[in-house]
T-cell receptor
């Protein structure tokens, strides 16, 4: 009964080669987030969608883009991955109505070679 | 913007002892304070939360306290068990924005 599903769990990409990570949810939550988490650090918010409204964090590199074609799906595009982009990428959802905590996906661990 | 500070970064306790993790936040408009537990290689999971209209909340061995005036909140785990070993993150958010800012995390070790 996984509710926030991220694919793939592990992704290896070449330096500079575009990569897309995906997230889907069955909760019908209207807010979806992408976080980057490096080893032993706190999750860092990259951006979030409030319904269709995209909200970028000021310090999110231009190299990172996102798409949300519908309520259920959200994608993270890294246009030209660098070695410093190797991290765990976590998708999370929340409901405005509930004003409650997040439900996280299992994450995608990205390796850049 | 919001900044959340968390202490200590590492905490080691003996099984059965209590563990306390403390956090402070900077934005007085924050009104929702969740705590997440992240086991090695797994996703963060919400374990307890508190809203700004409440001073304390308890769920079995876990309790959270909030002092709005001082802008700090704490997680208390009593009768710790080895399976409590994990990284714990405090966080803060404003209802309007919904985005959550995390503390740096506390790595808790419970020694059997």
């Amino acid at each position: 009964d996984a509710m926030v599903i991220q694919n793939p769990r592990y992704q290896v990409t070449q330096f500079g080669k575009p990569v897309t990570l995906s997230c889907s949810q069955t909760l019908n939550h209207n807010v979806m987030y992408w976080y980057q988490q490096k080893s032993s650090q706190a999750p860092k918010l990259l951006f979030h969608y409030y319904d269709k409204d995209f909200n970028n964090e000021a310090d999110t590199p231009d190299n990172f883009q996102s798409r949300r074609p519908n309520t259920s799906f959200c994608f993270l595009d890294i246009r030209s991955p660098g070695l410093g982009d190797a991290a765990m990428y976590l998708c999370a959802t929340s409901s405005r109505a509930a004003g409650s905590g997040y439900t996280f996906g299992s994450g995608t661990r990205l390796t850049v070679v | 913007g919001e900044n959340v500070e968390q202490h200590p970064s590492t905490l080691s306790v003996q099984e059965g002892d209590s563990a306390v993790i403390k956090c402070t936040y900077s934005d007085s408009a924050s009104n929702y304070f969740p705590w997440y537990k992240q086991e090695l290689g797994k996703r963060p999971q919400l374990i307890i939360d508190i809203r700004s209209n409440v001073g304390e909340k308890k769920d079995q061995r876990i309790a959270v306290t909030l002092n709005k005036t001082a802008k700090h909140f704490s997680l208390h785990i009593t009768e710790t068990q080895p399976e409590d070993s994990a990284v714990y993150f405090c966080a803060a958010s404003k209802r309007e924005g919904f985005k959550t800012i995390f503390g740096a995390g506390t790595r808790l070790f419970v020694k059997a």
